[in-house]
């Protein structure tokens, strides 16, 4: 004997009328503890990183932790680690730039061999002719010796007969040294005698080395170097 359609649905009714309602609390504990899963397991990842003392990759495992499970016992537990790789990680990728603002290069010049370290300014500076580049160059060859020197782009120095520039390591006292510009149309440069000086004074900088040099337009100029992270290897017949 055969049901009708309308007591099988009354039946189905009833019967889902008995089901209990889900209970929130279970529910929340449930999904907290998955949530807790998913941070403990990024948080291994970010231990064994930080273990290699690989920062930028616990710094990225340790981000996506702080965004995503915010509020877990893992993301809790990591967090002092977590401060530290980002602060390094941040001083690595720091070092990586200044490191790479350094240019070193080994040519024949002349009957020699030629070395030499060159950095650009932080800035362009307005020598007379608009903000162009100023390049600060050591330079090391078996025939015309070693010499440090800017170079302009634009403009020109006024130092034809010798002058004074004042270079400045970092937030220290103002330091003069005899500087001079060669009388050829060659290159717009300006040689700093002391250039041993110059070098020591470039690696001792913790951050910056600026020169105040005078030019042709009137008055002097400043060109700020970050030569923080010199490699004085690449030229090593200087001091």
Known sequence: MSMKPSL???????????????DPAEQAAAQAA???????????QFEAEFAKSNWGLARAHGDVLMAQHAGTQAAARIKPQYEEAKAKAEADREQRR???????????????????A???????????????PVRLIFRDHPEWGDSS????????????????????????TPRSMAASRPDTDEAIAMFIEDEKALW????????TLAVEFP???????TAVFEVGELQPQKLPGWP
């Open 118 to 132: 060159a950095i650009y300014a932080k800035e362009p500076v307005d020598t007379g002719a608009g903000a162009k």
């Open 200 to 207: 020591k004074m470039a690696q001792q900088a913790e951050k």
């Open 149 to 172: 020197y800017l170079t302009l782009e634009g403009g020109d120095f006024n130092c034809y007969g010798g002058c004074k520039v004042k270079v400045t390591l970092d937030d220290g």
């Open 98 to 116: 200044l490191a790479s603002l350094w240019m070193y290069q080994t040519e024949r010049a002349g009957n020699g061999e030629q070395l030499s």
């Open 8 to 22: 099988v649905l009354a039946a189905a009714l009833a019967l889902a009328a008995c089901t209990p309602a889900p």
């Open 215 to 221: 030019v042709k337009a009137g008055g002097t100029r």
């Open 34 to 44: 998955t949530n807790e899963q998913a941070a403990e397991s990024m948080a291994k």
